[in-house]
């Protein structure tokens, strides 16, 4: 190699060594041939320490669609095939894993002669957990608690969450159970371990209890390995078990089992495997009900229930309905990259005197669809689903204190009445009446512009 080239190799490791993505190039020897920088210290090696050496690219890269059978650098090599924004995760030295963003692309020489593969790697560590940090805030913003039903229970949750007991969560579905049931991991001394959800309603009754369980190599038709279960996975941590009542009686018995001896035998074994697992279950059902017609063990039930939770529907409690409306703009708003800022009157009549029989995950999917469907910042009748549009309001009216129909109120009502009585109770001061209602001043003003509320001349 003449020193000219020499130089320019030199020049061209020392700019690879300023980016910081993780840059490997891989011969069609399957050997690696230069490594920068930022990718040495993503896997904590030193210079030239894997350089020359025959390792595959399954070995660094632990992704799902990458295996001895099937890794994408020979895939690449085979196929002329090139990696676009692949999220996997590779293992330093150390044995830590590290989530990446890997892109792959062909590296040629100066006639144009494939010579082997260029492979980038950008480091998401940080990027996951920001995510991670904004799903938990976008979760417990959901769990808004204005109400007085749904405050109380969130004010038990740290009490519940330093101890050990199993939850039992009782609610419709959409009410927001598997919220709840990671709001008491996240206060618990367990917040650092697995917390692992299991749709026991979603998996058929052969697979569950393999799930639940694992299970061992030759155990049934395709056990090809031992596997292990959720509860194994979720050692130390918390295991949240949706629909509970529709799990089969031998797996009932063995949930049984764990709950009072901590410890099981997966599928096909004969070794007990111990836990240390906190069992928070949820059901949308009357779950004593269901045991009274014989559909699901008492003894079960018992312990399941040491600390029961009734989530209340939200038609139950009004008093969330437009916060909950607030919180999911905001949201909307960002995800969806616009600046919804207005409900027009009628529409926000008409959400706030909804039912929702789908509860808070309705309410979230009614204000996506509108989002979808508005082209500038206020949410009108026409960009609301079809099957709520047709509800909608025939006409304006001012409803003011003790106006309610005896027919029985409905939520825009409700809301109406609250807004008036602490107006009244406060004598009209805005201040003392956003405190009493939980508001802001520019929300108060905003509710009394859409549902025209106006002091009374004798409340002067």
Not at 58 to 86: M, P, Y
Not at 135 to 161: C, F, M, N, T, Y
Not at 184 to 208: K, M, T, W, Y
Request: with cysteine; glycine share 8%; hydrophobic share 40%.
């Amino acid at each position: 190699m003449t020193q000219l080239a020499q130089k320019s190799r030199c020049d061209e490791a020392m700019l690879l060594d300023c980016i910081g993505d993780g840059v490997v190039t891989i011969g069609l020897d399957m050997k690696i041939r230069y490594m920068n920088k930022a990718m040495r210290e993503l896997l904590g090696y030193e210079e030239g320490e894997l350089v020359g050496q025959p390792l595959s690219c399954h070995l660094l890269v632990q992704g799902t669609i990458c295996s001895t059978q099937d890794c994408i650098l020979e895939r690449a090599v085979r196929n002329r095939e090139k990696v676009r924004n692949f999220e996997t995760v590779i293992q330093n030295k150390d044995g830590r894993k590290i989530p990446v963003s890997l892109n792959t692309d062909l590296l040629r020489d100066e006639h144009g002669n494939l010579i082997g593969i260029v492979e980038t790697y950008r480091d998401l560590s940080q990027i996951n957990e920001l995510k991670a940090k904004l799903e938990r805030h976008e979760a417990r913003g959901l769990l808004v608690a204005r109400s007085k039903a749904l405050q109380g229970i969130l004010d038990l949750l740290p009490q519940v969450a330093n101890s050990k007991a199993t939850v039992l969560i009782e609610g419709e579905s959409g009410t927001g159970k598997e919220l709840i049931a990671r709001e008491i991991h996240r206060l618990s001394p367990r917040r650092d371990q697995p917390f692992v959800a299991v749709n026991c309603a979603a998996l058929a009754e052969g697979v569950l209890e393999s799930e639940l369980f694992g299970h061992v190599k030759g155990a049934f038709t395709g056990a090809i390995a031992d596997r292990q279960g959720r509860f194994e996975i979720a050692n130390k941590g918390t295991i949240f078990l949706d629909e509970i009542a529709e799990i089969s009686p031998m797996a009932q018995a063995k949930l049984l089992r764990v709950l009072q001896e901590e410890e099981f035998e997966r599928v096909g074994g004969n070794k007990t495997v111990k836990v240390d697992v906190r069992v928070i279950a949820a059901t949308n059902k009357h779950l004593a009900a269901v045991v009274e017609d014989g559909r699901f063990r008492e003894d079960l039930y018992y312990r399941l229930q040491v600390f029961p939770i009734r989530i209340p529907p939200l038609r139950e409690r009004c008093e969330d309905v437009m916060p909950l409306i607030e919180h999911s703009i905001t949201r909307l708003n960002r995800t969806m990259g616009k600046n919804v800022r207005e409900i027009d009157g009628p529409v926000l009549k008409l959400l706030t005197a909804h039912r929702y029989p789908g509860n808070v995950r309705e309410l979230e999917n009614i204000l996506e669809h509108a989002f979808i469907r508005c082209p500038d910042h206020t949410i009108r009748m026409e960009h609301l689903p079809e099957h709520l549009a047709a509800k909608r309001p025939s006409g304006e009216h001012t409803v003011r204190s003790g106006d309610l129909p005896k027919g029985g109120p409905t939520l825009a009502l409700l809301e109406q009445e609250a807004i008036m009585q602490a107006l009244e109770q406060t004598g009209w001061n805005y201040r003392l009446a956003c405190k009493s209602l939980g508001v802001s001043r520019s929300t108060l003003l905003r509710r009394l512009k859409v549902y025209n509320l106006t002091r009374k001349p004798d409340s002067k």
